[in-house]
């Protein structure tokens, strides 16, 4: 079982750049989440999902936007780079709100 | 909103020590709360959870115990190996499917 795949694993950008960071998950789940990982802050949530054709604001959604293309898809898009964003992302999905969550391995950006 | 709040680390403990992680949280309703690990260069992985008052999770010899009371989830386990040196976070589910965490706190075990 693939679980949750993201792509790509490493990127770097220039100021002003865009780019998308897909994520996948082949577990049928209903709830998708999107993470940004940085030094002693911990993980957080920059948008969620709920379920197919819904999306939610987390804690840090300015400079981002989201798609939920479809139940296995969801999308984060950057549309102006810039250094602030620079962190590690992780994409997270699970069935329902009582049930484990599962991550994909991250994928590691840098803003130059 | 809700919110989660660990102690900080980074924690050291010799191997065969007791360890306690400290996690408390605001949440309107019931939340379900969990604690996730993290090895170094991976994503997070589910330790164990609780999804209502006085319910303790427990796996691989970790235990934490839902005391609604003092709105607490402290992880703790009687005796570390080096195996178990990572990150962990505590997290909560309350309304609407969110699942918040807190910031993370780093055990080193050492021989």
């Known amino acids: 079982n693939a679980g949750v795949t993201q792509t790509p694993k490493f990127q770097v950008l220039k100021t002003g750049q865009s780019m998308t960071l897909q994520c996948a998950q082949d577990m049928n789940h209903n709830s ?62 699970r069935d329902r709100a009582v049930t484990e969550a599962f991550f994909g391995q991250g994928t590691r950006l840098t803003v130059v | ?58 796996n691989k010899g970790f235990e934490a115990t839902y005391r609604k009371e003092t709105t607490s989830f402290h992880l703790e386990k009687g005796s570390v190996q080096v195996s178990d040196s990572a990150v962990y976070f505590c997290a909560l589910t309350g309304g609407g499917n969110k699942l918040t965490f807190g910031t993370g706190t780093q055990l080193k075990v050492e021989l």
């Open chain 1, 32 to 93: 998708m989440y999107w993470y940004r990982q940085d030094p002693g802050m911990g993980l957080r949530l920059i948008y969620y999902s709920a379920s197919e054709g819904t999306t939610d604001k987390g804690e840090v959604p300015n400079g981002y936007n989201v798609s939920r293309l479809n139940k296995r898809e969801f999308s984060l898009r950057l549309e102006s780079a810039a250094p602030s964003q620079t962190s590690v992302y992780f994409c997270a999905s």
């Open chain 2, 1 to 58: 909103g809700d919110s989660v709040t660990q102690m900080e680390g980074p924690v050291t403990l010799s191997e065969e020590a007791f360890l306690t992680i400290n996690c408390t949280y605001t949440a309107t309703g019931y939340p379900s709360l969990f604690w996730y690990v993290q090895y170094p260069g991976e994503g997070l992985q589910l330790l164990l959870k609780a999804t209502k008052a006085d319910d303790k999770g427990s």
